[in-house]
T-cell receptor, first 112, second 113 residues
Framework: DAGVTQSPTHLIKTRGQQVTLRCSPK?????VSWYQQALGQGPQFIFQ???????QRGNFPDRFSGHQFPNYSSELNVNALLLGDSALYLC???????????FGPGTRLTVT | RKEVEQDPGPFNVPEGATVAFNCTYS??????FFWYRQDCRKEPKLLMS???SGNEDGRFTAQLNRASQYISLLIRDSKLSDSATYLC??????????????FGKGTHLIIQP
């Protein structure tokens, strides 16, 4: 039973560039949530996708956008990268919007 | 004021000791409560849900006090493998949906041999 997978594992980008991160949910799950975890902090909720639509959103600017595909996988896009966007980006999947969330291993983004 | 507050530690305790973590939350609309464990450079993993009646899972006991908006985690007979960061997490339900999980900064626990 495959768990949540994310790609890439690590990524280095330059300020101003754009990045796309990918997530495949755990088998049987249909909802994907994205979180940003800065060093020494707890994860912060970015947004949640269900039925290919953004359903809930945390306090993040419009530079952060996403997409969910018919197979329930998801992408997180960040435009105009800032140094402060350097963080571990975690994807969590669940069965339904209220289900227990299982986290993937994350993508570590470094912006230089 | 942060929505979920925890003492970041680190807590250095000898193997076999009992250790307790506390957490407070500010939003009374919070409806579900959890403790997650996160190992260094790994993803968070659910340790246990927290119920008003209190719940126990082996060496771990969690308590919730809704009146005081306070959550606790007790670890008995601590093992070296318990060394990790423990994240206090709350969840709200609003607008027909569930808000994302709200995490505290985490409490760092180091079990010493």
């Amino acid at each position: 039973d495959a768990g949540v997978t994310q790609s890439p594992t690590h990524l280095i980008k330059t300020r101003g560039q754009q990045v796309t991160l990918r997530c495949s949910p755990k088998s049987g799950h249909d909802t994907v949530s994205w979180y940003q975890q800065a060093l020494g902090q707890g994860p912060q909720f970015i947004f949640q996708y269900y039925e290919e639509e953004e359903r809930q959103r945390g306090n993040f600017p419009d530079r952060f956008s996403g997409h969910q595909f018919p197979n329930y996988s998801s992408e997180l896009n960040v435009n105009a990268l800032l140094l402060g966007d350097s963080a571990l980006y975690l994807c969590a999947s669940s069965l339904g919007r209220f289900g227990e969330q299982y986290f993937g291993p994350g993508t570590r983004l470094t912006v230089t | 004021r942060k929505e979920v507050e925890q003492d970041p530690g680190p807590f250095n305790v000898p193997e076999g000791a009992t250790v307790a973590f506390n957490c407070t939350y500010s939003n009374s609309a919070s409806q579900s409560f959890f403790w997650y464990r996160q190992d260094c450079r790994k993803e968070p993993k659910l340790l246990m849900s927290v119920y008003s009646s209190g719940n126990e899972d082996g060496r771990f006991t969690a308590q919730l006090n809704r009146a005081s908006q306070y959550i606790s985690l007790l670890i008995r007979d601590s093992k070296l493998s318990d060394s990790a960061t423990y994240l206090c997490v709350v969840k709200r339900y609003s607008g027909g949906g569930a808000d994302g999980l709200t995490f505290g900064k985490g409490t760092h626990l180091i079990i010493q041999p």
